[in-house]
């Protein structure tokens, strides 16, 4: 799963919100939601994911990418619908183009996942 423009998901508080003012010939503007481009934005980013995936069981994610797992198919597809009705409430939108769904065989942060655990991607190894 790959979350689209899931900075925009985060809403700032007023405080937040009045540091990122920024004027322009028509008049000053602030950001609403958490803006791409600011040094903290990945690690808010991050923790509001984490946060949110703490109530998704079988669920891994690393920045906008989640990976859903599961023992068996009724437990992926159980883990999914969940993930998917958490996300709903909290706003966040997942690109379509960009999500997998019951894939037996994944390619996750960098390692290739399957029934048998996470494998070194070939790609990725040492000629």
Known sequence: MDAQHGYWAIHLDDESSLLTTFNFPFGRYRFLR???????????????????LEECPGTLGISDDICVFGATEEEHDRNLRNLMEVS????????????????????????????????????????
């Open 34 to 52: 958490l803006p791409f481009g600011l040094k903290v934005s990945q690690d808010i980013f991050q923790q509001k994911m984490d946060q949110m």
């Open 88 to 127: 709903k409430k909290r706003g966040l939108v997942f690109n379509r183009d960009k999500c997998h769904i019951k894939k037996d065989r994944i390619n996750f942060y960098g390692l290739i996942w399957d029934s048998k655990g996470a494998h070194p991607d070939p790609k990725n190894a040492p000629t």
